[in-house]
């Protein structure tokens, strides 16, 4: 008997060091050091101007160029109201990371809005609108000059290490000082069991099942304005890759980035892809998908080769195997033991 226990556990500390070494491993894989992703909001070509998204922006929040554009057109508007941009072309949201030093990253986040009507009435062709956000690689949050965190970044994830239930994603104090009433958005959900089953198309590349799947909460959203009011329901789900944790698409309506470009409220629909479900639903393929948010438009990560008879080698797969097997061992031990 006690030579059986020393022989499981000694077989648990192995397999323990081996995924650990295997997940130390996945960390090194992704260099998030000049990283680079873009995400897209496509309009379909054959209803031009018929399908839009609305960017609600608060101006003294926003980068000086774009809010000098849109006051140049709205003369008669207060500086602090909140200022509807009608978007009827495609929009790109770009991050990339400049620097890291001492586990403090330096974030820069773009956001390109094309065929633009300021409150459906005044147009522009273009709107950018861009910042830099200090990212915490240790405690995986962005934070302010203070060192306060203000939220999680949208684009990355650690595989290994995912946010747990009820942890802050975007901290809406800030926004709350303005005038909204509101509350911060925390983890919902994590899970692993998304589209299991179903390959996910992007524009850049098709991935493969498991995804890492989080979800926020749903918060309630009130902004008194000088002629009425601004109200709405936030809530915000990302997709990652399992293998990397870089988000493949998602919907979200704030999101730490949006608000340090002055987005307070922003409609996330990919009508392209939207399209494109539509017609894989009507061809009767069902374990293939498109997601109507952001989706994945170009990056310079270099993804494990996948298909769909071969997974990758990568750490955080050889992990969950290797879990997997200590669950299984600990079950026949437990199993002979009981019956000892």
């Known amino acids: 008997m006690k030579n059986r226990l020393l022989l499981f556990l000694f077989i648990i500390s192995q397999l323990v060091i081996l995924s650990s070494s295997a997940m130390s491993s996945n960390y090194t894989t992704l260099n998030i050091d000049g990283l680079y992703l873009k995400y897209a909001l496509l309009a379909p070509n054959d209803t031009p101007g018929h399908d839009v998204n609305i960017f609600e922006v608060y101006l003294p929040r926003m980068p000086e160029r774009p809010r000098n554009l849109i006051l140049e057109r709205l003369n008669d508007t207060k500086t602090d ?48 609108m861009s910042t830099i956000l200090t990212l915490d690689l240790k405690r995986m949050e962005y934070v302010n000059d203070n060192g306060s965190a203000i939220g999680r970044p949208t684009f990355l994830v650690f595989p290994w290490e995912l946010p747990p239930k009820k942890s802050l994603l975007v901290n809406m104090s800030d926004v709350g000082r303005l005038g909204a009433v509101t509350q ?28 890492i ?47 340090a470009l002055g987005v307070i409220n922003g409609d996330s629909y990919d009508y392209l892809a939207a399209k494109k479900m539509d017609e894989l639903q009507k061809k ?57």
């Open 81 to 128: 109201e909140l200022v509807s941009l009608v978007v009827r072309g495609d929009v790109f949201l770009t991050f990339r990371i400049l620097n890291i030093q001492n586990e403090i990253a330096l974030v820069n986040t773009t956001l390109e809005l094309n065929d633009v009507w300021i409150y459906n009435r005044h147009y522009l062709k273009k709107i950018v």
């Open 184 to 211: 911060d958005l925390v983890v919902d959900n994590v899970s692993y069991s998304k589209w299991v089953d179903a390959k996910l198309n992007t524009y850049y590349r098709t991935f493969e099942p498991p995804y």
């Open 213 to 259: 799947y989080i979800s926020s909460s749903q918060v309630p959203f009130y902004w008194k304005l000088s002629d009425g009011y601004y109200s709405a329901t936030i809530w915000n789900y990302y997709i990652y890759d399992f293998d990397m944790g870089v988000l493949i698409t998602g919907l979200f309506d704030v999101t730490p980035e949006f608000l």
């Open 284 to 340: 009767g393929i069902r374990h293939e998908l498109w997601n109507p948010g952001f989706n994945l438009y170009d990056t310079n990560i270099e993804f494990p080769e996948t298909s769909s008879t071969a997974t990758p080698n990568t750490g955080m797969r050889y992990f969950f195997t290797v879990s997997l097997v200590v669950l299984l061992l600990t079950a026949i031990f437990t199993r002979r033991w009981g019956r000892g």
